[in-house]
């Protein structure tokens, strides 16, 4: 099964409202990263969080990570319409796993303008 | 930099044909990756490589999936003979850095028909 699973599958917000997309993961990490998918498109990297640091930052862009809980939290501020696009958590398997990443199911995400 | 190029975008065949997806990686990346996307089952990594040696392909799903890198800017994937329930999109990426360590570049990648 997969190792990261994203909650919810899909989300529908106005503009310049926030999303808040949640994953969760089963064993431990080294690290686990966001990336956004846009219709058609290859996926693009959006922010890595190694498993020592709490929270991050870039742009409008907030990553949580709580590795106790096994979760991390992707929070899209001042949403606009151009952030509709599916996001996937990944996260670096154990060396048992082969030191893969591994991709969660994605949550859907549209932005109503 | 372009960045990952793969080729062909669409690719439509029939039942039984062999199937060659193509790969040129970011110049100065060491690893390269192949994954497959449906619907049914997400994102799965089928192979990836390490400076032009496969490192871990226990997720190519079947013989008839065979992977190369020739050298350290072309890599092909190759499904011979190719069914329907191959249909997808294969992407592949590439990363300077260890796998967990470093993002992978995404191409754009090629959307497989199988009828």
């Known amino acids: 099964s997969q190792q990261g699973e994203e909650d919810p599958q899909a989300l529908s917000i106005q503009e310049g409202e926030n999303a808040t997309m949640n994953c969760s993961y089963k064993t431990s990490i080294n690290n686990l990263q966001w990336y956004r998918q846009n219709s058609g498109r290859g996926l693009v990297h959006l922010i890595l969080?190694?498993?020592?640091?709490r929270e991050k930052h870039s742009g409008r862009l907030r990553v949580t990570l709580d590795t106790s809980k096994k979760s991390s939290s992707l929070l899209i501020t001042a949403s606009r319409a151009a952030d509709t696009a599916s996001y996937f958590c990944?996260?670096?398997?154990?060396?048992?796993?082969?030191?893969?990443?591994?991709f969660g199911a994605g949550t859907i995400l549209r932005v109503k303008s | 930099d372009a960045g990952v190029i793969q080729s062909p975008r669409h690719e439509v065949t029939e039942m039984g044909q062999e199937v060659t997806l193509r790969c040129k990686p970011i110049s100065g990346h060491d690893y390269l990756f192949w994954y497959r996307q449906t619907m049914m089952r997400g994102l799965e990594l089928l192979i990836y490589?390490?400076?032009?040696?496969?490192i871990d392909d226990s997720g190519m799903p079947e013989d008839r999936f065979s992977a190369k890198m020739p050298n350290a800017s072309f890599s092909t994937l190759k499904i011979q003979p190719s069914e329907p329930r191959d249909s997808a999109v294969y992407f592949c990426?590439?990363?300077?850095w260890g796998t967990g360590y470093s993002p992978l570049h995404f191409g754009n990648g090629t959307r497989l028909t199988v009828t």
């Open positions: 990426a590439s990363t300077g």
């Open positions: 969080i190694r498993s020592n640091e």
């Open positions: 990944a996260t670096d398997a154990p060396r048992e796993y082969g030191n893969k990443l591994v």
């Open positions: 490589f390490n400076n032009n040696v496969p």
